[in-house]
């Protein structure tokens, strides 16, 4: 760059600071004449015109800008805005992209590419409006819509758990959104959160907004009949136990308005000083006389200092204003200083909603609270669990959970560990399993044994550990049930029992899908040699369970015996194929399948060996284990008249006029069909032999295959 170019672009910095903006664009034009490749040159000119007439009167000198220093995110900022200004958003977008690649901190660039993918609404756009809010997220930089951006944008994943603190954030800076209420109330009422009372109350609050909102009333349309029920069932089962005694009433909250009688001023919201200190003389006396019991507040015995404290806190101005936010929505007193669970049960007359607004709307009281309230609330939960009774808990669960992030766990502390030893029992199953083999019925019991099952559903993210605990140990018993037991329908089957306490995990229940996945192709390997024929009315099936033939069946486990085969007849030159297959379950229970046919042979022939790969598949497997269970075990098996042991088979050796029994070592054995029979034979001696059809004999086949594949050597 000449001296002289340098000059004028410092002139052209000047003038336009100086607001001179005629001859700043004069003088940065100047320079471009004389160095074209200046990139710093066509720069001054483009903020020079963007000043005097605009971005879009400066879009070819941004554009230039960029071509020389294609590295300068700013300039690739200002050219985007250019763009936008002329309605060409598809090149804004790519040039605000750019941008991001190089100026990484610059949020006004981000903040243009989050207000253009919303605007154009692609789905192709929607993780990368996710990606640019996550990251002004991290920097602390979104500005009060993109809180609701970024909660629409987890929503819409399904993600709803997450989609809350961002919905709470947006409306605490917006309280007049119904959209954004209606929203929230959604994500409340999604089945990984199950809050329902808090859904219900946000659409209350969206009505205070908007009274006609459509949104709002048929939200709670389908919400309120539950909740009606559920405080139905709870006031029932109150009306004979107690959750929290009276001998534990006050010990987190005393109101110090009730404890002194007095009330603010309905019309001003003041108290007078002379007021408070009558009122400390009159309780403070009663305390003396009667050693800390208060008349007006059965089941308080409350001490001196304690009394002093309460009532000066009325003093201040802060604490007092705290005390009757709580004191003047009688449910929530009632729940911090007698543990009464009225506050979480439906009434539309009822709805705190001005306690909802102070309780966002104001900090320090919301920690205020937050101290008192979570205290209460995991002596309350523990008491629900304690009683193992779904309807408490649940009710408990649905919301007003009035605390700050911070002390969301404290609220469970007790609960915790108190679920953390419901799951003895389970994990007394899940190491059973690998020696003996559970029934679907078993695992369920222990699920609904002291509700287990309902209670790991509802449970909040607080305690997401013990439910990931008691999935993990569903999944362990499901994948020892298969690797053990080899059976892949009870594995999917218990794998499924995990399912609606799983969900509120999406990265196990990715992990479970993939399990089912898996289970659902073991399955469909395990069934492909499966046969299924009708012989017209009547169903002929070889499965995994067994077989059937009309109202017979025979479990795959119980079979004792098989035979099958096929034998023709040859008459006046027409031959008639019979096809028969025998299966003998325990004592003399037997099914007889047999069908004959002259025509469409290959068809038929198709049908029959699709019955004899299912025997193999499903039938025979159990009466060969049977049947070399019995052998080893030193007894002798009768196959077809021929005696089967542990040394081997004895066959008839025939002479010339008498045949004698000749023992044969399974070594020396031999087998091989002919004309649908075994032929068996032996080395020891070549006359010594048996012939067993395979159609007629039991169990033929079996002791062909023991000898053929040398099972027994």
Same mark, same amino acid.
């Given at each position: ?7 004028? +672009? ?19 034009? &100047? ?18 015109? #963007? ?5 879009? #009167? ?104 997450? #989609? ?30 199950? =809050? ?13 907004? /908007? ?10 349309? *389908?919400? $309120? ?5 559920? !405080?139905?069932?709870? /006031? ?7 959750? +929290? ?30 007021? +408070? =200190? ?30 002093? !404290? ?93 605390? %700050? ?7 469970? *502390? ?21 020696? $003996? ?34 999935? =993990? @140990? ?36 990715? /992990? @479970? ?20 024929? $009708? ?16 109202? !017979? ?22 031959? $008639?194929?019979?096809?028969? %297959? ?7 229970? *037997? ?75 399974? &070594? ?12 068996? *034979? ?17 169990? #033929? ?13």
């Amino acid at each position: 760059m000449s001296q002289e170019v340098d000059d004028l +672009i410092k002139k052209c910095v000047e003038f336009r600071e100086a607001g001179r903006l005629e001859e700043a664009i004069l003088a940065a034009r &100047r320079a471009t004449s004389l160095d074209p490749e200046s990139a710093n040159a066509w720069w001054q000119l483009a903020l020079a015109v #963007a000043e005097k007439d605009g971005d879009a #009167a400066a879009l070819e000198h941004f554009k230039k800008t960029v071509e020389l220093a294609d590295g300068y995110g700013f300039g690739w900022h200002r050219l985007g805005n250019a763009y936008k200004k002329v309605a060409m958003l598809d090149e804004a977008v790519e040039a605000w992209e750019t941008a991001c690649l190089y100026e990484d901190d610059f949020e006004w660039t981000r903040y243009n590419l989050i207000d253009a993918y919303n605007s154009r609404d692609l789905a192709s756009e929607k993780e990368k409006m996710l990606e640019q809010l996550v990251e002004l997220d991290t920097r602390g930089k979104l500005r009060r819509y993109d809180y609701h951006l970024l909660a629409i944008a987890h929503h819409n994943k399904g993600d709803y758990l997450n #989609a809350i603190p961002y919905y709470k954030k947006y409306l605490s800076q917006r309280f007049d959104d119904e959209y954004g209420y209606s929203n929230l109330s959604l994500a409340y009422s999604s089945q990984q959160v199950g =809050q329902d009372l808090d859904a219900v109350d946000c659409c209350h609050l969206a009505l205070i907004v /908007r009274p006609d909102f459509e949104n709002a009333i048929k939200q709670l349309s *389908t919400l $309120t009949p539950k909740l009606e029920k559920l !405080k139905g069932n709870v /006031r029932q089962y109150l009306v004979n136990h107690t959750l +929290i005694g009276d001998g534990s009433w006050f010990e987190n909250y005393v109101s110090p308005f009730e404890l002194l009688q007095i009330e603010e001023d309905e019309d001003t919201g003041e108290l007078e000083i002379k007021e +408070i =200190q009558k009122a400390k003389k009159i309780l403070l006396q009663e305390i003396e006389l009667e050693d800390g019991i208060v008349e007006w507040m059965p089941n308080l015995k409350i001490d001196r200092s304690r009394a002093i !404290k309460l009532a000066d806190e009325l003093t201040d101005e802060t604490l007092r204003y705290y005390h009757a936010q709580v004191y003047q929505c009688k449910p929530l007193l009632n729940f911090l200083s007698r543990g009464d669970m009225s506050l979480f049960l439906y009434d539309k007359e009822e709805v705190p909603t001005g306690l909802l607004s102070v309780f966002v709307g104001h900090q320090e009281f919301a920690r205020w609270l937050s101290e008192i309230f979570s205290k209460q609330y995991d002596v309350l939960f523990a008491a629900a669990l304690s009683s193992k009774n779904i309807d408490v808990i649940e009710a408990i669960l649905d919301g007003r959970r009035f605390v %700050i992030p911070e002390y969301e766990d404290k609220c469970f *502390t007790t609960g915790v560990r108190y679920c953390s030893d419901l799951l003895a029992d389970l994990k007394a199953e899940q190491e059973k399993v690998e020696k $003996t083999k559970p029934t679907i019925q078993a695992i369920r019991f222990v699920l609904g044994n002291k509700n287990l099952g309902r209670i790991l559903e509802v449970l909040p993210p607080a305690f997401q550990e013990v439910q990931l605990d008691a999935a =993990q @140990m569903i999944r362990n018993i499901s994948i020892d049930i298969y690797n053990h037991h080899g059976d892949a329908d009870l594995a999917k089957e218990v794998l499924g029992l995990a399912e609606n306490f799983a969900r509120k995990s999406p990265s196990f229940k990715i /992990r @479970m899908e993939k399990d089912v996945a898996k289970l659902n192709e073991l399955i469909a390997k395990e069934k492909k040699d499966e046969s299924y024929l $009708t012989f017209g009315q009547t169903r002929f099936e070889i499965t995994r369970e067994g077989i059937r033939h009309g109202e !017979k069946f025979i479990k795959a486990a119980e079979a004792e015996t098989l035979r099958w085969g096929i034998s023709i007849t040859n008459s006046s030159g027409y031959k $008639t194929y019979e096809f028969k %297959i025998v299966v003998g379950g325990k004592g003399s229970y *037997t099914i007889n399948v047999n069908w004959k046919t002259s025509s469409d042979i290959k068809k038929q022939d198709e049908y029959f060996e699709q019955c004899v790969s299912a025997i193999f598949a499903y039938l025979l497997p159990n009466v060969l284990e049977k049947i070399q269970g019995d052998i080893n075990s030193g007894r002798s098996v009768y196959i077809g008249g021929v005696p089967v042991n542990k040394g081997g088979i004895t066959l008839k050796a025939k002479g010339w006029f008498s045949s004698k029994e000749e023992h044969c070592p399974w &070594r020396s054995l031999h087998s091989e069909i002919k004309n649908g029979s075994a032929v068996i *034979t032996s080395s020891v001696n070549s006359k010594a032999e048996a012939s067993l059809s395979l159609a007629d004999i039991d169990n #033929a086949w079996i002791l062909h295959i023991l000898i053929k594949q040398g099972m027994m050597k």
